[in-house]
């Protein structure tokens, strides 16, 4: 694998960061909702042109911890060369109803109906650190008008959703932050090379923490931690095409020190990898592979989703890749579990190597690390009529496997490795025929394993 070289700091421009001016702070009031006293009145201040004037003037900005939050109506737009920093206790919080992203860069460009062409201008040297930044989502009915993480309240671009959010950008550092109880991703990053995501802390977040989609390449993702509604990162070079605003490789990255939540926090645990082909509304195709990963200093991630899932919320016939994706050259080492977790892995899988695993759990007897092969689940809608019902996976489509290394996999204190028997779950589905009596609805595609 291509060696990552971290971000050197010096690339990116040394700021003196101004503290931020309330004289250019708005005065206004709006209702807010809280999940244990309910809606209040609240009078406070925008802080948006206060941010964005100290900006314009220095190119660097700070945010000093005050007793009251820095509320924004709408995102802050760093330049290239612009720096955004906070003290780790500030609180930047999203006026409700604004339904945007809090913070990012200026040439947003979406290019969800066209590949990313070549030579397009991207924003480069910006950095965010510090500061607990939320959305103030309460629960998964009120998310007091901020559903949606846009790049702006009118014609944002398509795919948009995330708290941070830098796309079409080069040279970036989002370094120590924290995103609190927020229904958009917390770091959002698309059509982006040469990165450093280094600190998240999800706190009671809705959302993926930290979500990437192509182009992609030569990144570093480490020290993310929390509790997160889905995945705690992902790496999705096909998407779901409401949530991407462009398509294609993601590759040379690195992901480290990335914790699950602890026991019993509700928290989805897990981090993916999503590959496949995108089709085009004007049938043309884009193959979206992730090659050259690694993974490694990971503890109590329970699921690594490394399987293809069209899209349900505009439905699975209206937006699935073509076909399952490809992953090549994927490292997972030194994983660490006090709870069940595993690998699974319905792609067209070239170079998988699994190396220094601890298993601090007795696992079930038919409990397996590592499955290859097709899933099958159903999604019921909360409704009973069979008629509404659909299947999640791809269960139809079969995966091939090749070169696959295992090594290091170990029960607590063994000395031994387990047997790869033990270790390594083939996956060939039939169909249901009690279906839907019984549930899933099981499906024809298998994994194949080419040893």
């Not at 920093?85 to 109803?97: F, H, M, N």
């Not at 923490?209 to 509604?229: K, Q």
């Not at 699994?354 to 409704?383: C, M, W």
Request: with cysteine; aromatic share 6%; glycine share 8%.
């Amino acid at each position: 694998m291509k060696p990552i070289i971290p971000l050197l700091f010096g690339l990116l421009a040394s700021l003196s960061a101004a503290d931020v001016d309330s004289s250019f702070a708005h005065a206004s009031a709006w209702t807010e909702s809280w999940p244990d006293a309910g809606p209040r009145e609240v009078k406070g201040e925008i802080w948006n042109e206060a941010i964005q004037t100290v900006l314009d003037k220095d190119n660097a900005v700070h945010l000093p911890k005050r007793e009251q939050p820095y509320y924004l109506d709408g995102p802050v737009i760093l330049k290239s060369g612009q720096k955004l920093t906070a003290d780790l206790d500030t609180e930047i919080r999203l006026k409700p109803g604004s339904n945007t992203c809090m913070v990012r860069n200026e040439h947003i460009v979406g290019f969800g109906e066209k590949p990313v062409p070549e030579g397009n201008k991207s924003d480069t040297n910006i950095t965010i650190e510090g500061g607990i930044w939320t959305t103030l989502a309460n629960g998964v009915k009120d998310n007091n008008g901020n559903q949606r993480g846009a790049s702006s309240k009118k014609d944002p671009v398509p795919g948009t959703h995330g708290v941070i959010l830098l796309h079409n950008v080069r040279h970036v550092t989002v370094r120590n932050v924290t995103v609190r109880q927020s229904r958009a991703f917390a770091v959002h990053l698309a059509n982006v090379s040469d990165f450093t995501i280094d600190g998240v802390t999800l706190d009671r977040h809705g959302r993926d923490g930290v979500h990437v989609n192509a182009p992609a390449s030569h990144g570093l993702i480490r020290r993310v931690s929390g509790v997160s509604h889905d995945d705690t990162v992902a790496l999705n070079a096909w998407e779901w095409k409401n949530y991407a605003p462009s398509f294609g490789a993601i590759h040379h990255i690195v992901i480290e020190n990335v914790c699950g939540a602890p026991d019993g926090a509700p928290s989805a645990n897990s981090i993916r990898l999503l590959p496949g082909v995108k089709r085009f509304s004007d049938g043309t195709t884009l193959d979206c592979p992730v090659h050259d990963i690694t993974m490694r200093d990971i503890t109590d991630i329970r699921d690594f989703k490394l399987y293809d899932q069209p899209n349900l919320e505009v439905g699975r016939n209206n937006d699935a890749s073509v076909g399952i994706g490809t992953l090549r050259r994927i490292v997972f080492e030194n994983l660490t579990f006090s709870r069940p977790g595993s690998i699974h892995v319905h792609a067209n899988t070239d170079g998988l190597t699994v190396r220094d695993v601890k298993l601090n759990f007795i696992p079930a007897a038919d409990y397996h690390f590592i499955e290859l092969g097709p899933k099958s689940q159903t999604y019921k809608h909360k409704s009973d009529d069979p008629a509404t019902w659909t299947e999640i996976f791809s269960p139809d489509l079969d995966c091939t496997v090749r070169n696959l290394s295992v090594s290091g996999v170990r029960l607590r204190e063994a000395t031994t490795d387990l047997p790869i028997t033990q270790v390594v779950l083939v996956i060939e589905l039939k169909p249901n025929p009690d279906y839907p009596k019984t549930t899933p609805k099981g499906g024809t595609g298998k994994g194949i394993w080419l040893r």
